[in-house]
């Protein structure tokens, strides 16, 4: 018992100081007035100089969005949200007419993400992955453009897409998650700034990893990524994202929708690293990260598998999901959410088994320290039709200090008898014996408790691609700083 | 008694049996031997009856009957028994409950009436005890949380118990302990007599020392490679498969 | 602030519908949760065409004394709830059993009998169940033929140290609802077998908190029902070091919906808590449907907390397993699915009930 008081003490010592992304930067921002109207989606809509089809299905769903209460499922404190209070679009000046090359963009913001790791010029560029960088509202730049277009690959910031394919968007916007979902994903229907696109041809393997960094710069200020994900038959693509906001005293909103769609026997793997500001000790400030993210595995054969690693934001609302209407198709949710301090998490997945021999896995990993509430809430649902379904969920809690709270909240539905739906949970507080071993060979009770939570987390990060394992590894390790109980 | 001919078996497409032929009369020990996943086991489910293996190709006769068109438990009943390399664990039933439903069950099918209760409860307690198994074991859940070699003395002891025609011993040495190895070959030559065949399946010639097949035959990729007598084991044990398969 | 709830009304609405309506009224319980009854249909329209068989309990009558018109003394319920400690969530069927209804009581104290019988079947008032000696006394709860309205419920007070064992027949049932309350006071122990069959609506809902060193088991078993059975749980944890230990098996087949929802809740002073829960359901074909929502609701760092949820058909290797033996398919089904379900069964204390509840269970698989 000790050890693990004396390292709470230590990490009480640490502040959200820690928070080693919180910079902010200092860029000329063009921003319309706060509030949420049909002028602003009609502003953001002509600053990207979207057709007018974009404009309609805009306001069509800010309508819906009017309509649709606050989704209440989650056990989450979640205050009163002040639409109207919040601006929905900024960007730098200096991207208002897009930089042809690089060299034109504003110094500050490629040191930006020269900072956080992401070199974005091209002798610098990290080998094997290609960046689309975006700043608030707008996509900053996109690395490895040429390779990836002679190979037919498509990966550009949606807002383009929308102009130079739009016969794509039009088919796949919205075809996974309604935009009558729920109000986040209404939110997001209609004022949905920037984020990727991604069209991976027939047959074709995307030789790099491609990845989002998301950067929320400016105050107030909302960020509504939307991406979209297209693997054509027998293609395969990895795909990363990777978020940071600098520290703010008020909170600022989060709402993502991001699509997959994997047709016949292809593969679409999808990680995430979150590190949004989470607030600081007294659970001032912070993101809330309002993400609904869904993939169809339409194809037979076809493949979806989120990995994410969720350690920031005030506030964590997300269920990445998979609709298996192939014949064959199979799920897959990896992730670990850390809550440390004031945080709140309600995360989780679903798997809805539509095809037949459909299979999906569940590994997930909660840790919740410090005053912070963490919960996992999944639903495996097998469809009458889903003959020999089989689903494996193993969610696992551990507890550090007696303030947080860990919950499982797993549903299960199943109407066919040739399936298997198998559900383990289990709750725990960090183990004294193995604590107690790793400082006996030295270790201080923070860097054991790293190594020991990283192993609680190892099933999953596995999973993450390798340069990203790395990083998540000590991301696991800092965002238990002070929280460690 | 068994005459399996050019049988081909493929499962999920993927060919594992390939053109075997095996005839065994009555009376005989036949061993059979090969690396590992030649098709050995593969060969022992098509021959008791487990759905998921597709035969393309071939017939297996088996005392005049289409094997082939028997169901598995119609083949058990007809005195065909397999003792698996991997017994199954069935939580919730009793292994003492476990034999007698199914000495009763070919009972039935011979039309004869149900054991009664006091008689079997001997029977089980004589076979138990010549195969050295306690009876605080049979009354445990039917090889749950038994050792390796406990449930390989478990299949052992339902063989003896249904007395089978024609017994597949798929790699019951493995696992058993020598004392345990010498106990079950007894078991097995007591058994034998002029109206029953073993089909022996296993990878040590020690086993061979206890029960003297008749026939030897080695199995390589989904065919029978060599036949021979004893002598074939011993030669096997000196040169290994490799070498063998190259001289046949 | 009287609150008038009837189960009648809902029978042409949703619960959940119902339920918004009174949190509208300003329900005096807050923290009404609507998820607890995310599956439940309490609406469902009974089938009126399924004979239900009579069950034989004169065996159960022969060895136990039946203390069902012992229970008569009037008790004041409300006042002495608050010794409960609900902190947290109320029960729909809770507020209904409360609300414009009388509660009489029995002391199980004053029987020296060991095996006790208590036909619930005709009692329309809330029965408050006491007991404070430490002698293991068996209480068989028998419910059977009714048509409920409105829930059955029980409100059971463990003392200091006492044990208790619970058999719960709920058999042949057009329709029956159960509430079940239960306080564990220090060392108090309780064992809770319910065998839920013949049914064609039911819903049974346990509650249960659980003081210092207390320890609280509750099996259930679900067979044979053939529309809507719904099992709802909530085990909560107030003090140091006590445990619980939940298993509910369900066979669903012939067009039933069975549902289990059960949550373990452990206080953040409850330290040292043991929580185990399970539930498994074996589904047999495609018209039926089995739901199932364990939770874990956590405060408290040092516990060992675990639940762990199936559904499935019976396993094929196991069958084949059979037939290799000369076993035919059909008797090995009936031996698997008893196989299923004997760990309730083997959990009840008593030798005479177990007995009884074995013979039971085999007529309703044959
Ligand atoms: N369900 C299956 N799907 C695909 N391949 C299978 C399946 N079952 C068996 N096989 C393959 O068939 C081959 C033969 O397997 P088998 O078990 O018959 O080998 P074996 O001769 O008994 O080996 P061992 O000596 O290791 O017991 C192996 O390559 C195995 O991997
Ligand atoms: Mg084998």
Redesign the pocket.
């Given at each position: 018992m000790a050890a693990t008081e004396q390292t709470i003490k230590q990490v009480n010592t640490l502040g959200s100081s820690d928070y080693k992304y919180g910079f902010s930067t200092e860029v000329d921002e063009i921003r319309p007035p706060k509030g949420l109207n049909e002028e602003i989606i009609k502003f953001i809509s002509a600053q990207k100089d979207e057709p007018e089809w974009m404009l309609e299905w805009r306001l069509n769903a800010f309508k819906v969005f009017n309509k649709l209460p606050k989704p209440q499922w989650a056990k989450l404190n979640i205050p009163e949200i002040d639409y109207q209070d919040c601006y929905y679009y900024s960007i730098p000046k200096s991207l208002k007419d897009k930089p042809k090359s690089l060299d034109e963009i504003d110094p500050e913001i490629l040191k930006t993400y020269e900072k956080l790791g992401i070199p974005l010029k091209e002798q610098k560029m990290l080998s094997g992955i290609a960046v689309d960088a975006v700043f608030d509202s707008v996509s900053v730049a996109t690395t490895y453009k040429k390779q990836l277009s002679d190979l037919g690959i498509v990966f550009c910031s949606i807002s383009e897409a929308v102009k130079t394919h739009p016969e794509l968007v039009k088919k796949y916007l919205g075809s996974v998650i309604p935009v009558s979902d729920h109000s986040f994903a209404a939110l997001n229907s209609a004022v949905f700034t920037d984020g990727s696109f991604i069209y991976i041809p027939e047959g074709v393997r995307c030789p790099v990893e491609l990845s989002t960094y998301f950067r929320i710069n400016a105050m107030n200020t909302g960020q509504f990524e939307r991406t979209l994900i297209i693997a054509d038959k027998d293609s395969y693509v990895s795909y990363l994202e990777g978020c940071t906001a600098p520290m703010r005293d008020e909170n600022q909103l989060h709402a993502a929708n991001v699509e997959l769609v994997a047709l016949d026997n292809a593969e679409i793997k999808y990680s995430t690293v979150q590190n949004w500001y989470p607030g600081d000790k007294e659970g001032k400030g912070g993101i809330y990260n309002f993400v609904t993210k869904r993939g169809a595995c339409r194809g037979k054969n076809s493949k979806i598998s989120w990995t994410q690693v969720e350690t920031g934001s005030a506030i964590t609302w997300k269920y990445p999901s998979c609709i298996l209407q192939g014949d064959n198709s199979k799920g897959e949710f990896y992730s670990v959410a850390i809550t440390n301090n004031m945080q709140q998490a309600d995360t989780g997945t679903k798997m809805i088994h539509i095809g037949k021999n459909t299979s999906s896995k569940i590994i997930s990993k909660g840790i919740s320290a410090g005053k912070a509430n963490n919960t996992y809430r999944g639903l495996v649902n097998i469809l009458s039709k889903a003959k020999n379904a089989r689903n494996f969920t193993q969610c696992d809690s551990l507890l550090i200090g007696n303030q947080c709270g860990a919950h499982t909240v797993p549903y299960i539905e199943s109407s066919n008898s040739d399936s298997m739906v198998e559900h383990e949970a289990t709750t725990s507080k960090i183990n004294e014996d193995q604590l107690f071993y790793c400082q006996q060979r030295g270790l201080n009770s923070e860097d054991a408790v790293g190594l020991i939570v990283n192993g609680f987390c190892k099933e999953v990060l596995q999973h993450l691609p390798m340069e990203f394992a790395v990083e998540a590894q000590k991301l696991v390790a800092i965002s238990l700083e002070g929280s460690v109980g | 008694m068994l005459e399996i001919k050019n049988l081909h078996v493929s499962?999920?497409e993927?060919k594992?049996i390939k053109g075997l032929d095996l005839s065994i009369n009555k009376g005989e020990v036949h061993a059979l031997m090969?690396?590992?996943?030649?098709?050995?086991?593969?060969?022992?489910?098509v021959l008791s009856g487990k759905d998921?293996y597709e035969i393309n190709d071939g017939t297996i006769d088996y005392n005049g009957k289409n094997l082939l068109e028997l169901d598995v438990d119609e083949r058990a009943n007809e005195g065909l028994f397999l003792a698996f390399?991997y017994p199954m664990e069935i939580p919730g039933v009793q292994t003492s409950f476990f034999l007698k439903t199914a000495i009763n069950s070919k009972r039935k099918y011979l039309g004869q009436s149900e054991m009664d209760a006091l008689e079997f409860a001997k029977l089980m307690k004589s076979k138990a005890e010549e195969l050295n198994i306690s009876t605080e074991m049979l009354k445990r859940d039917l090889n749950v949380n038994y050792s390796g070699g406990e449930k390989k003395k478990q299949e052992i002891l339902q063989m003896s118990m249904l007395s089978p025609k024609m017994a597949i011993l798929?790699?019951t040495d493995s696992g058993l302990d020598i004392d345990a190895l010498r106990i079950v070959s007894e078991g097995v030559n007591k058994l034998r007599n002029n109206d029953n065949s073993f089909l022996v399946?296993t990878?040590y010639q020690r086993l061979l020392n206890y029960i003297k097949p008749d026939f030897v035959h080695i199995?390589a990729d989904g065919k029978i490679v060599k036949s021979g007598d004893y002598s074939l084991a011993l030669e096997l044990e000196e040169k290994g498969y490799e070498e063998i398969s190259q001289t046949a | 602030m009287e609150l008038v709830l009837n189960l009648d009304k809902i029978q042409s609405e949703s619960v959940s519908q119902y339920a918004k309506d009174i949190l509208d009224n300003q329900n005096p319980y807050k923290n009404f949760k609507i998820e607890n009854y995310k599956y439940a249909q309490l609406h469902k329209e009974v089938k009126s065409e399924i004979l239900l068989r009579d069950i034989n309990f004169s065996k159960l009558l022969d060895n136990t004394k039946n203390i069902t018109s012992y229970i008569s003394n009037p008790f004041d319920l409300t006042t002495n709830l608050n010794l409960w400690n609900y902190n947290n969530e109320d029960s729909f069927f809770r507020v209904s059993s409360l609300v414009k209804r009388e509660t009489k009581s029995v002391n199980l104290d004053t029987f020296d009998d060991r095996n006790l019988f208590l036909d619930i079947s005709q009692i329309n008032e809330n029965i408050h169940i006491s007991k404070s000696s430490t002698n293991e006394v068996n209480l068989i709860i028998f419910n059977s033929k009714s048509n409920d309205e409105y829930p059955k419920s029980i409100f059971l007070d463990l003392s200091n140290s006492s044990k208790l064992n619970v058999v719960h027949y709920n058999v042949s049932n057009n329709k029956s609802f159960l509430y079940f309350e239960t306080n564990l006071q220090d060392n108090s122990y309780l064992n809770f077998v319910s065998f839920q069959s013949d049914n064609i609506h039911t819903r049974n809902e346990f509650y249960a908190s659980l003081n210092h060193e207390c320890n609280f088991d509750l099996y259930g078993l679900n067979i044979n029902n053939y529309g809507v059975n719904d099992n709802y749980s909530f085990i909560q944890h107030l003090k140091p070091s006590s445990s619980s230990r939940e298993i509910f098996k369900s066979i669903v087949e012939k067009g039933a919906i069975t549902n289990f929802q059960g949550k373990i809740y452990v206080d953040s002073i409850a330290q040292k808590t043991d929580g185990y829960q399970m539930s498994r359901s074996l589904l047999l074909d495609d018209i039926s449907k089995a739901n199932n929502k364990p939770e874990l609701e956590i405060y408290a760092d040092d516990v060992k907390c675990s639940h762990g949820s199936t559904v499935s058909k019976l396993d094929d290797e196991q069958i084949y397993y059979f037939k290799s033996r000369g076993i035919d398919s059909e008797i090995a089904k009936k031996i698997l699915k008893k196989a299923f379900i004997v760990e309730i069964i083997e959990s009840i204390k008593d030798d005479m009930l177990k007995n009884y509840s074995n013979e039971l269970i085999e007529s309703l698989l044959s």
């Open positions: - | 499962i999920e993927k594992i090969g690396p590992n996943g030649s098709g050995k086991s593969t060969l022992s489910y998921k390399q798929d790699e399946i990878h199995i | -």
